[in-house]
């Protein structure tokens, strides 16, 4: 190796050039260390960590209520009837408890096991990353009788811990307002939080969560109308008695059950608190959740695998031992156990180990023998006690390895075209000449004269058009072997340029010949266009979840109206903005305006899709992502299963809060 020679006597690399960041200094250099993102994700996460706080004082057994609050300056309160933070003088610190606990990191009761047996959230950064976060921050604390106060600007104190009267309760009242100089929005999404506190009831059974937004602007975070139309006050409370059996349910509220009960059980293995409740259904998904001190675990872990050991071993035993598997003339496979699953697996861990892409895989390699132990007690004593509802799991289990058996075929027909190369791409895509994946996009066009103009107005150096024949399947209500046979999810298996299943999992997808980093849906702005987008994101959702977790798919997002008055053109993308721009070029009158409402794609040339929906420089892309994976199994159930109460009432409910077409 040739070492170069230090010719720039200017650029010298000294310790006065080494950055020492004190305090919450870190935090606010680098957020998404710390939360994850600075944009939506990381701004609802910061509530998610007070909340967590309240959730450990209930689990330590001192808590049983926990209020979120909207507030109509944009702030949010987070109040609970805890113990309260301790306020006195922290020996080490010289200076409050409350105060060390909301200024530094890595300081907090979660450290010490004879406060908190186990805890969530971010283990000792949570609350003071809030601060660090917050233009402003209130805390509030009712404890021994006395109310205590210190507020916080970008998590420095601007004043010592201060008596401010007496009280007879106690507490921890937390408001803060997100530092909008670091976050891209600060606007709370309500639908988000209403999510996570109704996951917490379910995952912490007794304890009563609440979220009201207080905000009057006529807005909930997402451009959407309150409850009642005229800004006033939307709320709902979660509480749950039976925990984990009550979660299970509600994810299946839109599934016919395969048997009549959910079975549960809630037991201790080598000194593991387990948690456990499952349901069969007639539906072809797999739909398994697994949690770890109420985090969310979305790439698994020990847990998962030792409940997925347990069932597969349970099972296949009691079905040899029934001889139902005597005909069968292939080997059974895990897959086959759980295809209409839905199950929670939830476990309280005091040290918990996490790895993976997110942080969020458990590697704790105690837990995967006590889940394993606790699901096989479970299985057992259910299948000996009846022997009814066991034949009808096995039979179901029978005909999924029958159907996954079909399914090998047309999945390795998909398999072989996708590790071809430009020979093997369907024909009706049109590809892009960079071959970078980082660089290159696909656009999953509606239909084939949408594509048409798609293909005109694109750019060929790294946009690629797949155009999609009319509504795809809908692979919520179709067996595995349907779903490979389809010609459209052929095509769009084949022109991502990844393959699908292995011996062990039929549907684990691998990316190494992803072609593309961006995905982009492009429907109608209209009813089937939804539809259509619906489908293909029920489709991605349950073939192609890891797509959405590394954040490729996307959907284009085209005009509703294209207004004109003289040679002035504005288009809009929503029915207020095509009032404004009414007002703003007809003074307000429609007559005065010629104003075209694009029900298709089709209604655009490729020159005007190009400037409104296709040039990265000015177009708007949504990105999807899963803020719940469990919410979003329970939404895409609803929407694309077979019960229609469920839907109509989940689209009557959600119709008060989005645009809608008819």
């Known amino acids: 190796m040739e070492l170069k020679k230090d010719n720039n006597k200017e650029e010298k690399y000294l310790a006065e050039n080494i950055q020492v960041l004190e305090g919450l200094e870190a935090v606010r250099k680098r957020p998404a260390m710390y939360i994850g993102d600075i944009s939506v994700k990381g701004l609802h996460h910061l509530v998610h960590e007070v909340v967590d706080n309240s959730i450990d004082e209930a689990l330590a057994g001192y808590c049983s209520n926990i209020e979120v609050l909207l507030n109509d300056n944009g702030s949010v309160t987070v109040l609970d009837d805890g113990r309260g933070i301790p306020v006195d003088i922290h020996e080490k610190e010289g200076r409050s408890a409350l105060e060390v606990v909301m200024t530094m990191l890595h300081a907090g009761g979660k450290f010490d096991k004879d406060s908190y047996k186990v805890s969530g ?289 047309a999945r390795e027909l998909v398999q072989r075209k996708s590790v071809l190369s430009g020979a093997g791409l369907p024909g009706k895509l049109a590809d892009c000449a960079d071959k970078d994946p980082a660089k290159s996009e696909i656009y999953l066009v509606e239909g084939d004269s949408a594509g048409g103009t798609a293909k005109q107005g694109r750019d060929r150096k790294f946009q690629a058009i797949l155009p999609l024949k009319g509504k795809i399947l809908n692979v919520e209500k179709a067996m595995q072997n349907k779903v490979f046979e389809n010609e459209e999810i052929r095509n769009m298996f084949t022109a991502l340029g990844v393959t699908i299943g292995t011996e062990e999992d039929s549907k684990a997808l691998n990316l190494d010949g992803l072609r593309y980093h961006k995905i982009i849906i492009m429907t109608d702005a209209d009813i089937d266009g939804s539809h259509i987008a619906t489908l293909i994101m029920t489709f991605f959702f349950r073939y192609m979840l890891d797509l959405i977790k590394q954040g490729y798919l996307y959907i284009a997002t085209p005009p509703l109206y294209l207004i004109k008055r003289g040679k002035e053109e504005r288009y809009c993308w929503s029915e207020e903005e095509r009032k404004n721009v009414v007002k703003e070029l007809g003074q307000g009158k429609e007559t005065a305006v010629n104003i075209q409402r694009y029900k298709g794609l089709g209604e655009m040339n490729s020159h005007q899709l190009w400037d409104t929906t296709m040039d990265p420089e000015h177009r708007t892309l949504r990105q999807v992502t899963i803020a719940s994976a469990a919410e979003a199994d329970r939404i895409f159930s609803i929407l694309m299963g077979d019960e229609v109460p469920p839907r109509r009432a989940f689209i009557e409910s959600h119709a008060k809060y989005a645009n809608i077409d008819a």
């Open 121 to 409: 959230g971010l283990h000792g950064v949570g609350v003071s990353c809030v601060n660090a976060l917050s233009a402003k921050l209130k805390a509030e604390i009712h404890r021994d009788g006395k109310v205590y106060i210190q507020e916080y600007e970008r998590g420095k104190p601007l004043e010592d811990v201060r008596k401010t009267g007496n009280t007879d309760i106690t507490g921890t009242i937390i408001t803060f307002i997100p530092d909008n100089t670091i976050f891209t929005t600060t606007s709370f999404n309500y639908e988000i939080l209403s999510a996570r506190l109704r996951e917490l009831a379910f995952l912490n059974k007794g304890i009563r969560l609440s979220i009201t937004d207080l905000r009057n602007s006529g807005e909930n975070g997402n451009g959407n109308d309150n409850e009642n139309g005229n800004g006033g006050v939307r709320k709902e409370e979660f509480f749950s008695k039976e925990g984990l059996k009550e979660f299970v349910n509600f994810l299946d509220e839109s599934r016919e059950p395969l048997v009549k009960d959910c079975i549960q059980i809630e037991t201790t293995k080598n000194d593991i608190p387990v948690e456990i409740a499952l349901q069969y259904n007639t539906s072809y998904s797999e739909n398994i959740h697994s949690y770890i001190n109420n985090i969310n675990t979305i790439e698994g872990g020990t847990h998962l695998a030792g409940f997925r050991r347990g069932l597969t071993r349970t099972l296949k035993s009691y079905a040899e031992k029934s001889g139902m598997l005597a005909k069968l003339k292939f080997d059974i496979s895990g897959d086959d156990f759980r295809e209409g699953l839905t199950a929670i697996i939830s476990c309280k861990v005091q040290e918990p180990q996490f790895e993976g892409q997110t942080k969020t895989k458990l590697g704790n390699s105690e837990v995967m023998g006590a889940v394993d132990q606790a699901v096989s007690e479970l299985l057992t004593n259910y299948l000996e006690e009846n022997p009814k509802d066991a034949r009808t799991i096995v039979q179901k289990v029978v005909l999924a390895a029958t159907a996954r058996h079909a399914a090998r075929k």
